[in-house]
């Protein structure tokens, strides 16, 4: 078995993974890391999923990167586009050679008396087990479990003849022409795989337990297009993402002040899409606020045009049963379908499902309260990167990986080995992690950690916030505290040295 020590651990080649490498890079040179990577490819989601119209629902200046420009005229950008830029990141600036693929992490265990992380990884390729250790773990892995989709248990599902497909395990050159297919779901994957599969398929039927908020929006900026135009790349670019960024957050906080008139709005906007004779309220007419879920995006109005021209359609109803020519509905009818697509979401899985264990006691997350809501209460050396459900993916994980270079280097300058965030407040009030109504995040909130009541265990889900609270915050707060470890304070002082770039 190989031992492979480093620096810091980066955890996943996606997104995230690769805004971490870059920061570890800039802020922090001499430090040694790597990135592990559980599957045999970099991009995370946007390399695991294949379904048809795969793409992004933000647009591309804020899941971007802020140090790497998006170019290309659609804001709104598909799979193959957002690998093109994957690659082209860590290529121009040299994170490639660190990433090392078909490694899964199974257990990760601290040991403060030597102020290491030790983990054990499974080698997929070659089948065999190696041991990394490192100081720091930056957590990049995602938010879902990337195996395996949700999927109820529907009554009947074996009886059916046809073919059952859940996006996230999608056929490679899958054929479905002159098919009639039937998309369980209404959210992102369902609003963008029925207009795509209606351009080939004899007829597409999204059917829906109840609506989702939905709205349509160009998939080219022409006044971000513009700006290209006039001004020098980064610049532009900066003020391109600063103007999205500054728009979801005003259009966030009028739906959360005024939910009704934002309800009206959206609603509003779909019946002048489909037209008066459409049943707008049974089918694009949630029972809930806007933003209590994220608002699903149909670029160009795709899905409004399939349904106007009859390639696809809408029904609003209970599915009974499965049955050999498609699905019984509790309303008596039946849909009919030779193709039934599951898109009926994900399972979270934080931190990707690694074992954790600190000090020999294994760690239960639902047990620890969330820090600036990247790291937890009595795990040390670890920050998770992870997204907000109101905004772009990239903008928190960004904040989030900068604080690890801000934090390794403040542990560097005052000798410090290990720090981590002590809840000892009594009058600190808990609750859940996320307030967000999405079924992948409620089947799973009493597994997740905490969140307090006010700063630092509070999670904001505002970008603007949390620039100051991630971004220009003291470290040195009186919450997070700093040590060193005698054993290593010892070690020292016989060898100085520190490790070079792997």
Same mark, same amino acid.
């Given at each position: 078995?190989?031992?492979?020590?480093?620096?810091?651990?980066?955890?996943?080649?996606?997104?995230? /993974?690769?805004?971490?490498?870059?920061?570890?890079?800039?802020?922090?040179?001499?430090?040694?890391?790597?990135?592990?990577?559980?599957?045999?490819?970099?991009?995370?989601?946007?390399?695991?999923?294949?379904?048809?119209?795969?793409?992004?629902?933000?647009?591309?200046?804020?899941? +971007?990167?802020?140090?790497?420009?998006?170019? &290309?005229?659609?804001?709104?950008?598909?799979?193959?586009?957002?690998?093109?830029?994957?690659?082209?990141?860590?290529?121009?600036?040299?994170?490639?050679?660190?990433?090392?693929?078909?490694?899964?992490?199974?257990?990760?265990?601290?040991?403060?008396?030597?102020?290491?992380?030790?983990?054990?990884?499974?080698?997929?390729?070659?089948?065999?087990?190696?041991?990394?250790?490192?100081?720091?773990?930056?957590?990049?892995? /995602?938010?879902?479990?990337?195996?395996?989709?949700?999927?109820? &248990?529907?009554?009947?599902?074996?009886?059916?003849?046809?073919?059952?497909?859940?996006?996230?395990?999608?056929?490679?050159?899958?054929?479905? &022409?002159?098919?009639?297919?039937?998309?369980?779901?209404?959210?992102?994957?369902?609003?963008?795989?029925?207009?795509?599969?209606?351009?080939?398929?004899?007829?597409?039927?999204?059917?829906?337990?109840?609506?989702?908020?939905?709205?349509?929006?160009?998939?080219?900026?022409?006044?971000?297009?513009?700006?290209?135009?006039?001004?020098?790349?980064?610049?532009?670019?900066?003020?391109?993402?600063?103007?999205?960024?500054?728009?979801?957050?005003?259009?966030?906080?009028?739906?959360?002040?005024?939910?009704?008139?934002?309800?009206?709005?959206?609603?509003?906007?779909?019946?002048?899409?489909? /037209?008066?004779?459409? &049943?707008?309220?049974?089918?694009?007419?949630?029972?809930?606020?806007?933003?209590?879920?994220?608002?699903?995006?149909?670029?160009?109005?795709?899905?409004?045009?399939?349904?106007?021209?009859?390639?696809?359609?809408?029904?609003?109803?209970?599915?009974?049963?499965?049955?050999?020519?498609?699905?019984?509905?509790?309303?008596?009818?039946?849909?009919?379908?030779?193709?039934?697509?599951?898109?009926?979401?994900?399972?979270?899985?934080?931190?990707?499902?690694?074992?954790?264990?600190?000090?020999?006691?294994?760690?239960?997350?639902?047990?620890?309260?969330?820090?600036?809501?990247?790291?937890?209460?009595?795990?040390?050396?670890?920050?998770?990167?992870? +997204?907000?459900?109101?905004?772009?993916?990239?903008?928190?994980?960004?904040?989030?990986?900068?604080?690890?270079?801000?934090?390794?280097?403040?542990?560097?300058?005052?000798?410090? !080995?290990?720090?981590?965030?002590?809840?000892?407040?009594?009058?600190?009030?808990?609750?859940?992690?996320?307030?967000?109504?999405? +079924?992948?995040?409620?089947?799973?909130?009493?597994?997740?950690?905490?969140?307090?009541?006010?700063?630092?265990? !509070?999670?904001?889900?505002?970008?603007?916030?949390?620039?100051?609270?991630?971004?220009?915050?003291?470290?040195?707060?009186?919450?997070?505290?700093?040590?060193?470890?005698?054993?290593?304070?010892?070690?020292?002082?016989?060898?100085?040295?520190?490790?070079?770039?792997?």
């Amino acid at each position: 078995m190989q031992n492979t020590h480093l620096d810091v651990l980066i955890i996943g080649a996606g997104i995230s /993974g690769i805004s971490a490498a870059y920061y570890l890079q800039r802020d922090c040179p001499t430090k040694s890391y790597a990135i592990l990577e559980g599957r045999h490819t970099l991009g995370g989601t946007w390399d695991l999923f294949k379904y048809p119209g795969i793409r992004s629902d933000s647009d591309m200046y804020t899941l +971007g990167f802020a140090f790497k420009p998006w170019t &290309d005229p659609k804001a709104i950008a598909d799979g193959p586009s957002i690998m093109k830029y994957l690659h082209e990141t860590v290529d121009e600036f040299g994170i490639r050679q660190h990433i090392r693929y078909n490694q899964m992490v199974i257990d990760a265990s601290w040991s403060s008396e030597d102020a290491l992380w030790t983990l054990t990884v499974n080698d997929k390729a070659s089948q065999t087990s190696q041991t990394y250790t490192c100081n720091f773990l930056s957590m990049c892995s /995602g938010y879902y479990n990337y195996e395996k989709g949700y999927t109820p &248990d529907f009554k009947g599902i074996e009886a059916f003849q046809g073919k059952v497909i859940h996006p996230q395990k999608w056929p490679e050159g899958f054929n479905y &022409d002159n098919q009639k297919i039937v998309v369980i779901g209404s959210g992102a994957t369902a609003v963008t795989i029925v207009p795509e599969m209606a351009k080939k398929a004899a007829h597409v039927t999204m059917l829906q337990r109840s609506p989702t908020f939905v709205v349509s929006a160009p998939d080219e900026d022409w006044l971000a297009n513009l700006t290209n135009k006039i001004f020098p790349g980064k610049f532009a670019y900066s003020m391109n993402r600063w103007r999205k960024i500054l728009m979801q957050r005003f259009m966030f906080n009028i739906a959360r002040k005024y939910p009704k008139t934002m309800k009206k709005m959206l609603i509003g906007g779909v019946a002048k899409e489909l /037209g008066e004779e459409f &049943d707008v309220k049974t089918h694009f007419t949630p029972s809930y606020n806007p933003w209590d879920q994220r608002i699903c995006l149909v670029p160009n109005g795709d899905l409004f045009e399939s349904i106007k021209d009859n390639k696809s359609s809408v029904v609003t109803d209970h599915i009974e049963a499965f049955v050999p020519n498609g699905i019984q509905l509790k309303s008596g009818k039946t849909l009919e379908a030779d193709i039934i697509v599951t898109a009926t979401g994900l399972n979270l899985k934080l931190l990707g499902g690694i074992n954790f264990v600190v000090d020999g006691k294994k760690i239960d997350l639902s047990k620890t309260i969330s820090y600036r809501a990247m790291m937890f209460s009595d795990i040390p050396n670890l920050v998770l990167a992870f +997204g907000y459900t109101n905004a772009s993916w990239t903008l928190k994980c960004d904040l989030s990986n900068q604080y690890v270079c801000r934090l390794l280097n403040y542990m560097d300058e005052h000798g410090h !080995r290990q720090c981590v965030p002590k809840q000892n407040d009594p009058n600190l009030e808990l609750e859940d992690w996320l307030d967000f109504s999405s +079924g992948y995040i409620r089947r799973v909130i009493d597994t997740l950690p905490k969140q307090g009541t006010k700063k630092p265990w !509070r999670l904001d889900q505002n970008y603007l916030v949390d620039r100051k609270l991630i971004g220009n915050a003291a470290l040195n707060d009186g919450v997070l505290e700093f040590s060193a470890p005698e054993k290593v304070v010892e070690q020292k002082t016989v060898a100085v040295g520190s490790s070079s770039r792997q």
